[in-house]
C-alpha cells in the first residue's frame, strides 16, 4: 500500500521562504508523475506543480516562477522549494501522483499533508 509523509510546513512572513519533502513508497515512486497540492480552508485541493521521472515539470499558474518541484529517485522523495510566499499560498500540502493531462490524483491514499501559514 502506497503512503505519503509530508513535511517542512511552518508559520513564514509574506516574502519567506520553506522547502517542503515528501517520503513515499519506492515502486509508485519510479513509475509515477509526483505532484504537490494544496487545500486552503472553504477551498477544493488543487494541483500546483508536477515532476516526470525524467525530470521534467509543469507548474500553476498562480507559483510559477516561485516554486521549484524536484525528486530523489535514490531517496523516494519528492520537493517543494517555495520562495515570496504569499498569504494566498496558505494550505495544507500533500503529495500523490497526478494523471498526465488531467491532473487528477491516481491514488487514495493521501499522507497528514504539512500546513504552511504565510502571515505577517
Known amino acids: 500500500q502506497v503512503q505519503f509523509a509530508e513535511s517542512g510546513g511552518g508559520l513564514v512572513q509574506p516574502g519567506g521562504s520553506l522547502r517542503l519533502s515528501c517520503a513515499a513508497s519506492?515502486?509508485?515512486?519510479?513509475?509515477?508523475?509526483m505532484g504537490w497540492y494544496r487545500q486552503a480552508p472553504g477551498k477544493q485541493r488543487e494541483l500546483v506543480a508536477s515532476?516526470?521521472?525524467?525530470?521534467?515539470?509543469n507548474y500553476a499558474d498562480s507559483v510559477k516562477g516561485r516554486f521549484t518541484i524536484s525528486r530523489d529517485g535514490a531517496k523516494n522523495t519528492v520537493h517543494l522549494q517555495m520562495n515570496s510566499l504569499k498569504p494566498a499560498d496558505t494550505a495544507v500540502y500533500y503529495c500523490?501522483?497526478?494523471?498526465?493531462?488531467?491532473?487528477?490524483?491516481?491514488?487514495?491514499?493521501w499522507g497528514q499533508g504539512t500546513q504552511v501559514t504565510v502571515s505577517s
Open positions: 500523490n501522483a497526478p494523471a498526465p493531462y488531467t491532473g487528477i490524483p491516481l491514488l487514495n491514499n
Open positions: 519506492g515502486r509508485i515512486f519510479s513509475t509515477y508523475i
Open positions: 515532476i516526470t521521472g525524467g525530470g521534467s515539470t
